[in-house]
């Protein structure tokens, strides 16, 4: 059966003039100047090499494949001499059958790594750094030589339907397996959560629906099987994300020679113009963020660990949705997903500037990307573009490049839906914003844009003018710095109070609107985008609702936590804020419970009943004197301590405001 080996260890990375070291990958060079503004991180042509045995394996009966699951953004392969693989686009897995190149002992792998701008390879222009590096693992599998299709895009050999019928009762599954061998024959199994089988089955390779089938080209055929799921689990978004397993095994001459595994979820979901968004025949609006899998110091070259503490974060604030922005996370991210019940908008780097010497590099990335993550429950859309207007010369060719796109979505996927996120100053009337089946905007009123109030005419004006238009917010936020502070903040101000009022105001908006289809807060966590030089942090954009090493959790994380999290708690909003200079403050407290006490230096001041936000009064006293305050629901409380002071800490203030917080374009 399939058998891994690791080459993650001992690579010997090169870029002339500049590096020439040993290093473990997942690796980045732009871990450090792709964050630390000026846009002039290196982006270049790098080296990767070494040497390596080969595994033990059959040579009659086994062949062995590289598989590089994320190298950015260009790559060419070569081993001992002879190029085996080339590849365009940093976000998915590719892979190459390499039996024939492969001596014993000593095998020289080297990989070009190239993230130089260019006009064929998106993206090229975008607010986040494009770092370069073998940022996810590289590995080498042992396969019988016949197998489950691994040469299409990516593929690991099995696509599955599942849809639920007879009132949700009962459900119909659908499995699509591609082989490479004509001769080959299939037992499946699927099993329940619980690793029962509920249902198994032999396919024989005579009865396979069309011996000349193949998975798009690559020379595999496909076997089908339908199977009926009788009193069935429904895959219920963060209330219950029931999955199943398929197993598959592949039988040549009597013999198992190679077996795969693939998780799936049955499940439905439309969307409604006037009503939004819903799972399974309910209404289920759609609320959540969008995520760069970027970290501090280490760029994309991130550990598993690093995204389960990222979900961990979006499950704790109670999101049910994950933009995963803007390009193909890991199958580790997806995976987690599955498992918790996000909702998932899944696209391409297609961003910003259309290139029109780019448009195969669009198809091939959006194949791989549907290929790959087919089997998601957890993706419920493919997005075909993000804020493409912003600087697009040739208006014909892009809008044919988006009909292709999304009538290929259709084509390779025909359970779900297509949409495109438009940048903020494209009309509504912008025949692009027109072409997929749903359409979400990124819109900053109330942060680029003064006046937080046009959020509701504009929601309300689209609506008015496309009424059977599904309308969706892709992105809304709004810098705001942990360590910076007003008692009187405002747009611009970067400050940690003025991003909780914005946010406050746009919770408010969308429960006032709630025909959107989904909303997506930008960003969950802050990133980097070394064009950037804002809040006094340059490269660095901070809308994040937690800060770019994760410790830190804005006011804002809270106070989506109060508006989406059924996990009891208490938060004291700006108690960074400490030094204050008037005698009388207001407080803010924020809480999922429906009354709130307050309490100074141990003494009740006030007990209040309501939603979400609780605001108090609060004296502080004279100049010198520490207040503690204690807020309390329950058996559920949170501290702070105020000191009033005769003058402001010049330390909460903006002191370098960059490029005044204007639009990165």
């Not at 599942?162 to 009962?170: S, T």
């Not at 709130?596 to 100049?623: M, N, R, W």
Request: aromatic share 12%.
């Amino acid at each position: 059966m399939r058998r891994f080996f690791s080459l993650n260890k001992d690579w010997h990375f090169q870029i002339e003039g500049k590096y020439d070291e040993k290093v473990d990958v997942p690796h980045t060079w732009n871990a450090v100047d792709g964050q630390d503004g000026g846009n002039d991180y290196l982006r270049a042509l790098a080296t990767y090499e070494k040497t390596f045995d080969a595994p033990v394996f059959d040579k009659d009966k086994e062949c062995v494949y590289i598989q590089f699951d994320g190298v950015n953004s260009e790559s060419t392969v070569y081993l001992n001499g002879e190029e085996v693989i080339r590849h365009e686009g940093g976000y998915s897995t590719f892979r190459k059958d390499i039996t024939d190149y492969l001596k014993d002992k000593d095998n020289h792998l080297k990989v070009l790594v190239d993230n130089r701008p260019n006009t064929r390879v998106y993206p090229q222009k975008a607010d986040f750094t494009f770092y370069g590096g073998i940022y996810r693992d590289v590995n080498l599998l042992v396969v019988s030589r016949s197998h489950f299709d691994l040469d299409h895009y990516g593929t690991r050999g099995i696509r599955i339907k599942a849809k639920p019928v007879e009132g949700y009762k009962k459900a119909i599954g659908k499995a699509f397996l591609y082989v490479n061998s004509g001769s080959a024959d299939v037992s499946i199994e699927v099993l329940d959560a619980d690793e029962k089988v509920i249902h198994e089955a032999k396919i024989c390779h005579e009865d396979r629906r069309s011996q000349q089938e193949k998975s798009s080209g690559d020379g595999s055929f496909c076997l089908e099987h339908e199977f009926i799921i009788g009193d069935v689990h429904l895959w219920e978004g963060i209330k219950n994300p029931y999955l199943y397993h398929l197993k598959a095994t592949l039988i040549e001459a009597g013999e198992a020679v190679d077996e795969i595994e693939t998780r799936f979820g049955v499940r439905d979901f439309h969307y409604h113009p006037k009503t939004g968004f819903y799972l399974n025949g309910k209404s289920y609006a759609l609320h959540g963020v969008s995520r760069h899998q970027d970290r501090k110091g280490l760029g994309n070259a991130i550990t598993n660990e690093m995204h389960k503490e990222d979900i961990d974060l979006i499950c704790e604030m109670g999101a049910n949705t994950i933009r995963l922005a803007h390009y193909q996370h890991s199958q580790y991210f997806y995976d987690l997903c599955d498992e918790r019940g996000m909702i998932v908008w899944a696209e391409i780097p297609y961003i910003s500037e259309h290139m029109p010497d780019g448009r195969d590099n669009t198809i091939s990335q959006m194949k791989e990307l549907i290929i790959q993550n087919y089997n998601h429950p957890s993706i419920v859309c493919w997005g075909i573009s993000n804020e493409i207007t912003i600087s697009t010369k040739n208006k014909k060719d892009m809008m044919e490049n988006h009909r292709i796109l999304n009538d290929l979505c259709h084509e390779m996927d025909d359970t779900r839906f297509t949409t495109l996120a438009c940048y903020a100053a494209c009309s509504p009337f912008n025949k692009v914003a027109h072409i997929t089946d749903t359409v979400s905007w990124n819109l900053y009123l109330g942060w680029y844009v003064p006046g937080l109030f046009l959020n509701d005419l504009w929601m309300r004006f689209f609506h008015l003018v496309y009424p059977n238009r599904c309308l969706g917010y892709s992105e809304y936020g709004c810098e705001g710095m942990p360590n910076l502070h007003s008692e009187n903040p405002h747009r611009g101000d970067h400050t940690e109070e003025y991003q909780a009022v914005y946010h406050e105001y746009m919770l408010k908006c969308f429960e006032r609107n709630p025909f959107m289809w989904a909303t997506h807060v930008w960003n969950m966590f802050d990133f980097a985008a070394d064009a950037r030089n804002q809040g006094g942090e340059p490269g660095m954009n901070h809308k994040g609702l937690v800060t770019f090493d994760r410790k830190t959790k804005k006011d804002s994380f809270y106070l989506y936590k109060a508006w989406w999290s059924e996990d009891p708690f208490v938060h004291i909003a700006s108690k960074r804020f400490v030094q204050r200079t008037k005698n009388r403050i207001r407080l803010k407290v924020y809480s999922n419970q429906n009354e709130i006490t307050l309490f100074a230096d141990g003494k009740k001041l006030e007990t209040k009943h309501g939603q979400h936000v609780f605001e108090f009064e609060v004296s502080l006293g004279e100049i010198g004197k520490e207040t503690d305050i204690t807020a309390v629901s329950g058996a559920f409380k949170d501290c702070a301590k105020f000191v009033r002071v005769a003058a402001p800490n010049p330390e909460y203030c903006l002191k370098d405001p960059g490029d005044k917080g204007a639009n990165w374009t």
